[in-house]
């Protein structure tokens, strides 16, 4: 497992971001620091998002800021070139996995399925996504998936909150989680970037307790 992964485990909670506005980004990044997560899945939906993780990677240095819902190799260049420092998709491409891993970039792939985690395994992978979360069966999936893949490591994501998160994060196959409920694109809107942080300490002190 590469260093930006291993900061995954550290940080336990990656918030996954949907920025609209470039200004938002450096007082998102300083509250997520702030508040005890050092980490931002910016997701490609939205044409500032490579502006974004260039703010916030300007605002906070040693902020680990990845691109997510990268769905092309174009996306990619484009991330990277902003100062991302990891790939998150939603599904499994195997176009940008293998460009991905040929110019040596830390990549997380979506998977939801005993097919995808062995196309996973087929490249050389031991992290995965797995997306959507909760809709495609929870723990109960991931547990059975990963039976037969005791070596995978999977990062869980979509429809996981403060309410289940210590479920997800009891479990040694779960690398850490992804989530957005702190972030939440209203509370980006209003720029309530204190409550943000509040959140955000909340969450961390949730994590702290599950992992002792």
Same mark, same amino acid.
């Given at each position: 497992m590469n260093k930006t992964?291993?900061?995954f485990n550290e940080i336990g909670i990656i918030p996954v971001v949907v920025l609209d506005h470039k200004e938002d980004a450096a007082p998102l990044a300083n509250a997520l620091c702030e508040g005890g997560l050092p980490a931002a899945e910016v997701t490609?939906?939205?044409r500032e998002a490579a502006a974004c993780i260039e703010a916030? !990677? #300007?605002a906070r240095p040693d902020m680990l800021v990845g691109a997510g819902t990268v769905l092309t190799t174009k996306q990619v260049d484009e991330a990277i070139n902003a100062g991302a420092q990891f790939i998150v998709s939603?599904?499994?491409d195997e176009e940008v996995v293998k460009y991905c891993i040929e110019k040596d970039i830390p990549v997380t792939p979506g998977t939801c399925t005993p097919t995808d985690v062995q196309r #996973?395994?087929?490249l050389g992978l031991d992290v995965v996504k797995f997306f959507p979360a909760e809709p495609a069966g929870g723990l109960a999936m991931i !547990? #059975?998936?990963a039976a037969p893949y005791n070596m995978m490591k999977f990062m869980p994501t979509g429809g996981i909150?403060?309410?289940n998160m210590d479920a997800y994060l009891k479990e040694d196959i779960i690398l850490c989680i992804g989530g957005s409920w702190m972030v939440k694109k209203d509370l980006i809107e209003a720029k309530a970037f204190d409550q943000i942080e509040e959140m955000t300490r909340q969450a961390v002190k949730k994590l702290n307790e599950v992992r002792g």
């Open positions: 992964l291993q900061r490609f939906r939205t916030m !990677k #300007a939603p599904g499994f #996973a395994y087929r !547990k #059975a998936i909150s403060e309410k």
